[in-house]
């Protein structure tokens, strides 16, 4: 079903992409446009994950860097029966994660560093585990993608304007004011209704299965909680410049957008607690964590605070 749902996004981006391109030059304009549409569409396919990562600066570690949190995503991804992901640290100071990959065989988790300084070891195999969901749910192909997307229809608008300003002169050569105009204002709003496109409601699906994976609903709705109060609070710049992967962290990473409405790209915070919480409270013999908070460890020369010593 993901796989539909994202070759009828890259359909959507392909046509978007025509329809301007016709707006500003005609066939021959239309035809250009196809062309980049299609070389677009198979980049995403294929390098979305990376070139996500790469945006938030992402740095892969291994067990040699952080051996209890690469133990613990080990252990997390073996109960819920998947290859060990791809483990990335990224150095901002909101606490928040997100996962991404075209597949289980090459998904990567990556958290921040804030996450790693802030919260338990509980909510933390928490959150990773909420990750690991989304994997396991295939969930990261089109959440990826779409990332990779939003941010190309968002460019449309700068590219009517460009074709407003620079028409051909001749009046046959010129673009449809009113179809520039219009792309202009609705551009920006496609680039939010494609990150919509994937339902809000795997978030809650990811946030069943994740408390699961981890054994205890408890850890992942506290570190939920705790999530929601630093993004308001702490600044993520990376993500505040490029808002069209918003809707890949575990909660929204951008400040003043966290409620729970149409345009919003995560459901309620509250209401996902509410659930983990009916969830913990139904769950037979009260559920329990094997994990515990660990030891604080020095920094290390490249600047990777880590407490996952």
């Not at 509980?122 to 993608?145: C, S, Y």
């Not at 054994?215 to 702490?234: F, M, N, T, V, W």
Request: without cysteine; aromatic residues 6%.
């Amino acid at each position: 079903m993901n796989y539909v749902r994202t070759a009828i996004l890259l359909a959507g981006l392909t046509a978007l992409f025509g329809v301007v391109g016709y707006a500003i030059s005609g066939e021959g304009g239309m035809l250009i446009a196809l062309a980049v549409a299609a070389a677009m569409n198979v980049f995403a396919w294929w390098n979305s994950g990376s070139m996500v990562l790469r945006m938030h600066n992402a740095q892969q570690i291994g067990p040699q860097d952080a051996p209890r949190l690469f133990a613990m995503v080990q252990a997390l991804s073996q109960r819920a029966g998947l290859p060990m992901p791809a483990l990335y640290v990224i150095h901002e100071d909101q606490p928040n994660a997100f996962a991404t990959g075209r597949s289980p065989e090459n998904a990567a988790v990556a958290v921040n560093t804030g996450l790693l300084d802030r919260l338990s070891e509980e909510e933390v195999a928490g959150v990773v585990a909420h990750e690991l969901a989304h994997i396991r749910n295939r969930d990261t192909l089109t959440m990826t993608i779409t990332a990779t997307l939003a941010g190309a229809i968002s460019m449309l608008a700068q590219v009517a304007q460009f074709g407003m300003l620079f028409g051909g002169g001749r009046s046959e050569n010129r673009p449809n004011p009113i179809v520039m105009l219009l792309t202009i204002i609705l551009a920006p709003l496609a680039a939010m209704l494609v990150q919509m496109a994937i339902s809000r409601s795997r978030e809650y699906a990811a946030d069943r299965m994740g408390a699961q994976i981890a054994g205890d609903p408890r850890g992942l709705a506290s570190a939920l909680q705790k999530l929601e109060s630093y993004a308001h609070r702490i600044p993520n710049e990376t993500a505040e410049a490029a808002p069209a992967t918003a809707h890949m962290f575990i909660v929204n990473p951008l400040s003043g957008r966290g409620f729970d409405n149409w345009f919003a790209t995560h459901p309620s915070t509250a209401n996902r607690i509410a659930a983990l919480m009916d969830l913990a409270r139904n769950q037979p013999g009260g559920g329990g964590s094997p994990w515990t908070r660990p030891a604080a460890a020095a920094p290390r020369q490249d600047g990777f605070r880590n407490p996952w010593g």
